[in-house]
């Protein structure tokens, strides 16, 4: 007997007058970071939905991240400063970017990289609090020609197995840098691979396929997700939306399948291995959307077919926000 691919909600929570984020979740799935506001990260033990910890900042965050080791949780703000805490909500220390970068753990260490005011790439040891290494500037030659005002966020993607980093800013060149990682207990290396070429749509967000170098993006005005083989340099087939403006996605911790939500707070989940949507759910049902975008962010949630999705609806009159836990059925 076929099985049919489905979705069941397990649990909503977290709800909130204002829009709540997802953020990310730990490499092991146990804990996931929800935003309920600019200033603020939560921190939940997903099998339980309980509260375990809150972290603070003086302004807006930009991006945040969390340790594979679970032993550290780092943000980067509007400012431009990067703040880093133990698990346990104990400030460990504070880094000036000096300029808006979002920040990544390289897998499986506690080494923390984030765009510099030279545009250069920084790898932060936050065992031993020391910098391990700087690379040369990434954006070299358009640094001269002042092409990044101060409202520019660097975006920053590492493959699965740390071996690559991705930095993109929006410039008119539509430029993707590639660096080579290398780090061993001792020693971290960045060396420039090359650069992904003629990106003419914003990607509205990128990722790295887990398990390949395939590079992945949203060309949200044309429906659909492009890709780039980093090996190879070559493109990869694009993958059709087949409805609204798609708006985000995740990939499953294997990178099987992709989650692809829309503007119409749908999900549609892409089999990578029968290059086809195997399954389209709405998040919503009877609930009224709040706006265009009412889907806040997707998390896929490793060693189980868990999806964390943070939402907004209208709630008798009034916008509510919360995260709602899916089991999927593949």
Known sequence: MVSIPQAHLIVRFAASASPVLI??????GQFLVTSPDECHVDLWESDTVDLLQTFAAPVAMQSVAFSDDGAFFAASLLDGK???WRRDGIPLLTLNAGVKTEILFLPATSLLAFVSSDYCIE?????SLTRRCISASTYQKKKQTFLFPDDVCFKMVC???GSQIAVYAPTRQGEIPLWQCRFTPLQVHLSPLHSVQGVKDVPWNILYRPSTHHLLFIDRFKRRILGYDTDTTQRLPPIAYPDALPDTFCFSPQGDFVAVADCEGKIAIWDFRRATYVLVFDVFGERKIVDDCPIRGVCWLPERNVLAIGSETYVQGMGEACVTLWQLNL
């Open 123 to 127: 790898i932060w040891d936050l065992h």
């Open 159 to 161: 493959s699965s197995d």
């Open 23 to 28: 953020v990310g979740c730990s490499s092991d």
């Open 82 to 84: 990067i703040l880093v």
